[in-house]
């Protein structure tokens, strides 16, 4: 019985070591990625907070007059 290769692809597998493709580079990759998500969220929550904020201190300002 012929025995498996866990590699679904060896030739892949070659041509990655050949270029010399390293896995850390997609560690930075997926923490760059999450930083940018996590920015865009912050940025969309900060603004939704000062609009809201915004939006109060008008009505309060329309309530004096």
Excluded: C
Aim: without cysteine.
């Amino acid at each position: 019985m012929k025995e498996r290769s866990r590699l679904k692809n060896p030739q892949f597998v070659i041509h990655l070591e050949s270029t010399h493709f390293y896995y850390r580079n997609l560690d930075r990759y997926e923490r760059k990625l999450r930083r940018k998500v996590l920015w865009k969220r912050g940025s969309f929550a900060l603004g939704a907070l000062l609009f809201g904020w915004l939006i109060l201190e008008s009505a309060q300002a329309f309530s004096l007059f």
